[in-house]
Nanobody, 121 residues
């Protein structure tokens, strides 16, 4: 079993910045891809950014050039640096991780509990 702990959400003014973190913990597992999704009220959950273990990234068009995803493999932690935030970035942000269990020889997907990001003046 893998546990994910997110931090870094909050209230910020338009044009401001926030940094989200998500740390994975557990035993006998290897983390593969890590990513961030978000869900605004009344909307479907959408991919924000994703990063492979080797560091390849992809972003939603709406955040390209403003958000940067990174990871620290030694700490099993993924980060999302969000700059030039807009009101439309307001949502609950969820960490998503693919983890391979060395005990059960299977890959499973895990979700964080979500952290609220509100962009408002």
């Amino acid at each position: 079993q893998v546990q994910l702990v997110e931090s870094g959400g909050g209230l910020v003014q338009p044009g401001g910045s926030l940094r989200l973190s998500c740390a994975a913990s557990g035993s006998a597992f290897s983390i593969n891809a890590m990513g961030w999704y978000r869900q605004a009220p009344g909307k479907q959950r959408e991919l924000v950014a994703r990063i492979t273990r080797g560091g390849s990234t992809n972003y939603a068009d709406s955040v390209m050039g403003r958000f940067t995803i990174s990871r620290d493999n030694a700490k099993n932690t993924v980060y999302l640096q969000m700059n030039s935030l807009k009101p439309e970035d307001t949502a609950v942000y969820y960490c998503n991780v693919g983890a391979y269990s060395h005990t059960y020889y299977v890959t499973r997907e895990y979700w964080g509990q979500g952290t609220q990001v509100t962009v408002s003046s």
